[in-house]
């Protein structure tokens, strides 16, 4: 099993729609996950952190299973600046060691 | 607020020369780290330091050497740049204590 696994998409979605995103992770001792946004040719910027009680973030959901070491991210109401890869990140080591593993990222295109 | 910055942006390189990458934080982490993004690879570690004086290696150490100079900076080298070489390089800092990690906008280089 892949350490942080996504699926790359893309999705291409209308406005105004509801996406969710899904990642699974093999480390079972991780204690933080993360959504980070990535702009093309842009830095990685952080989204939102993933807490177990789950998150809200205005218009994005995150989520977390610990029993089935899982992530989800979800976005309503789409608009078009939400197009960009989003990565699911999860530290490697659990506790304080902070060496992060990113997803290779599952991209989004929201359409007019 | 700077926050971690890259020097230099952009860079074009020939076989065999060698140049210095240079990161800067001003957010007092511990932790500093040197990535490689490839398309279709995601982001892949090269070299982390976990607190100033140590240097550890990550997945894809084999042509680079980093210094730890003080908390603040955290440089990366290619003594021989090679083709292969070419990507875009992003420095971060802090993931400590469950906290994320933030990074740079990244530099372009080009090995010809």
């Known amino acids: 099993r892949k350490e942080v696994e996504q699926d790359p998409g893309p999705f291409n979605v209308p406005e105004g729609a509801t996406v969710a995103f899904n990642c699974t992770y093999s480390?079972?001792?991780?204690?933080?996950f993360f959504w980070y946004r990535q702009d093309c040719r842009k830095e990685p910027k952080l989204l939102m952190s993933?807490?177990?009680s789950g998150n809200e973030d205005g218009r994005f959901t995150a989520q977390l299973n610990r029993a089935s070491q899982y992530i989800s991210l979800l976005i309503r109401d789409s608009k078009l600046s939400d197009s960009a890869t989003y990565l699911c990140?999860?530290?490697?080591?659990?506790?304080?060691?902070?060496?992060?593993?990113f997803g290779k990222g599952t991209k989004l295109s929201v359409k007019p | 607020n700077a926050g971690v910055t890259q020097t230099p942006k952009f860079q074009v390189l020939k076989t065999g020369q060698s140049m210095t990458l240079q990161c800067a934080q001003d957010m007092n982490h511990n932790s500093m780290y040197w990535y490689r993004q490839d398309p279709g690879m995601g982001l892949r570690l090269i070299y982390y330091s976990a607190s100033e004086g140590t240097t550890d290696k990550g997945e894809v150490p084999n042509g680079y050497n980093v210094s730890r100079l003080n908390k603040r900076e955290f440089s990366l080298r290619l003594e021989s740049a090679a083709p292969s070489q070419t990507s875009v390089y992003f420095c971060?800092?802090?993931?400590?204590?469950?906290?994320?990690?933030?990074f740079g906008d990244g530099t372009r280089l080009s090995i010809l």
């Open positions: 971060a800092s802090g993931g400590q204590n469950n906290q994320p990690q933030h």
């Open positions: 990140v999860v530290n490697k080591y659990g506790g304080s060691q902070g060496n992060l593993i």
């Open positions: 480390n079972s001792a991780s204690q933080s």
């Open positions: 993933v807490y177990s």
